[in-house]
């Protein structure tokens, strides 16, 4: 089992950055591979970016791909978001989420837990 926390959404400009974080319970934290997703207003949820257990290999939707980076620290399991150059279109909801898998990372049921989200709005 895996309950999972996020934190760091807010109300930015245009241009700006936030970094969000998403702290994990459990001893196997390590053995997951992570992913962000995100959840606009009257939208279904979208693939942000995921990252394997080892940190080696990570993963971006083109809409984030150059802006966006994730990272995680197993030690503090803990994974990060930094997303940078922010447009109005970013705004969502942001969720991490845990699966067991390598590959499909792109959908949402592949995931196996969930947080409860943060807030991101992007102002212009």
């Known amino acids: 089992q895996v309950q999972l926390v996020e934190s760091g959404g807010g109300l930015v400009q245009a241009g700006g950055s936030l970094r969000l974080s998403c702290a994990a319970s459990?001893?196997?934290?390590?053995?997951?591979?992570m992913g962000w997703f995100r959840q606009a207003s009257g939208k279904e949820r979208e693939f942000v970016a995921a990252?394997?257990?080892?940190?080696?290999?990570?993963y971006y939707a083109d809409s984030v791909k150059g802006r966006f980076a994730m990272t995680r620290d197993n030690a503090k399991n803990t994974v990060y978001l930094r997303m940078n150059s922010l447009k109005p279109e970013d705004t969502a909801v942001y969720y991490c989420?845990?699966?067991?898998?390598?590959?499909?990372?792109?959908?949402?049921?592949?995931?196996?837990?969930w947080g409860q989200g943060t807030q991101v709005t992007v102002s212009s």
């Open positions: 989420a845990a699966t067991r898998l390598q590959v499909g990372l792109t959908a949402t049921v592949h995931y196996d837990y």
């Open positions: 459990g001893r196997t934290f390590s053995s997951y591979t």
């Open positions: 990252i394997t257990w080892s940190g080696g290999s990570t």
